[in-house]
């Protein structure tokens, strides 16, 4: 059962749907033989195990497995208490996924407000309002929610993702840069954020024709699609993204140093074509070394996007 006992690879099983179905098909198997409920504290308890009940908690929740996923918040409810903010957190999310029509829903939303009103800085239950507004399309609320959240938690890089998202949804391109903006500086090095805000700022300069300003903007994208290769030579995503911002500044030539007048900060056309040229020889040895490995199950869509695109280069 070495799929739900790495628990420092508990992230990827969420994310990727194989590996989550993979994980939660063990599940009865391992609740079966863990130790029983009653069981006393022990000397070989460990959080690493408090950790694989969440995780499979959260994996059942995915592939439909409710009857395991209740016995794992059964566990964890009489490991820490009922009164535990991460095990209300937990319960909310359960109660949601179970849900069987929007009433329920709207049920567990005015229990979460009941509990704030008696703790309002119960953060799982917090975010859990937040993710519930959003998922029931109230999205003005779940932003105001999220906003209001970050306020009093700057750090959170992962609250700060979800209002990107949100603004995203409601065509808010500015103020989802800033919040990605917001997460890196909680996270500075992570590779997939700085390649998120790289894809908003390039998408934020579809919708006008390039000139002086949308050239600054595009060569910011480019800067953080290389800043995302620099920490993850292998990252598609960025790759991708690198290759689109490239050509299209190469396309405007006017606006490159050396051309514009404007003194905008954006490179000469010699170091984008040098920077387009490294992208597609770097996504080119990735599609090959693809295609003589096995691809991690949810980075295949990516590599098969970045596959086409050098094909049509």
Same mark, same amino acid.
């Given at each position: 059962m070495d799929v739900i006992q790495g628990v420092g690879d508990q992230s990827f099983g969420l994310s990727h749907p194989?590996?989550?179905?993979?994980?939660?098909? &063990?599940?009865? *198997?391992?609740?079966?033989?863990?130790?029983?409920?009653?069981?006393?504290?022990?000397? *070989?308890?460990?959080?690493?195990?408090?950790?694989?009940?969440?995780?499979?908690?959260?994996?059942?929740?995915?592939?439909?497995?409710?009857?395991?996923a209740h016995l794992c918040l059964n566990r964890l409810t009489e490991r820490f208490g009922p009164a535990n903010e991460r095990i209300m957190g937990l319960r909310g999310l359960y109660q949601e996924a179970t849900a069987?029509?929007?009433?329920?829903?709207?049920?567990?939303?005015?229990?979460?407000?009941?509990? =704030?009103k008696e703790n309002a800085v119960n953060v799982p239950i917090l975010k859990r309002r937040a993710a519930? =507004?959003?998922s029931l399309g109230r999205d003005d609320e779940a932003i105001s929610a999220l906003v209001d959240y970050v306020e009093?938690?700057?750090?959170?890089?992962?609250?700060?993702?979800? =209002?990107?998202?949100?603004?995203?949804?409601?065509?808010?391109?500015? &103020?989802?840069i800033?919040?990605?903006?917001?997460?890196?500086?909680?996270?500075?090095?992570?590779w997939n954020l700085h390649a998120r805000l790289g894809e908003l700022l390039y998408i934020s300069t579809t919708s006008t024709t390039?000139?002086?300003?949308?050239? &600054?903007?595009?060569?910011?994208?480019m800067r953080h699609f290389l800043r995302g290769i620099e920490l993850c030579d292998s990252f598609a995503r960025a790759l991708y993204g690198l290759i689109l911002v490239t050509t299209k500044l190469l396309k405007h030539p006017e606006y490159l140093s050396g051309n514009n007048t404007s003194g905008i900060k954006v490179?000469?056309?010699e170091v984008i074509e040098e920077v387009n040229s490294m992208a597609l020889h770097k996504s080119e040895e990735l599609v090959r070394l693809q295609q003589s490995h096995s691809t991690p199950h949810g980075a295949q869509g990516d590599f098969l996007a970045l596959k086409e695109l050098v094909q049509q280069k």
């Open positions: 194989s590996s989550a179905l993979h994980a939660s098909q &063990q599940a009865p *198997a391992f609740l079966q033989n863990s130790f029983s409920s009653w069981a006393p504290l022990t000397a *070989a308890e460990t959080s690493d195990q408090w950790a694989t009940y969440e995780y499979l908690l959260l994996v059942c929740l995915r592939t439909g497995d409710d009857k395991s069987k029509d929007a009433s329920t829903l709207q049920s567990i939303l005015q229990d979460y407000d009941n509990i =704030l519930l =507004l959003r009093a938690f700057p750090t959170d890089a992962e609250a700060w993702c979800e =209002l990107a998202d949100c603004y995203q949804d409601n065509a808010m391109c500015a &103020q989802a800033f919040s990605v903006e917001e997460a890196l500086l909680v996270l500075p090095n992570s390039v000139d002086a300003s949308s050239a &600054q903007t595009l060569a910011r994208s490179p000469s056309k």
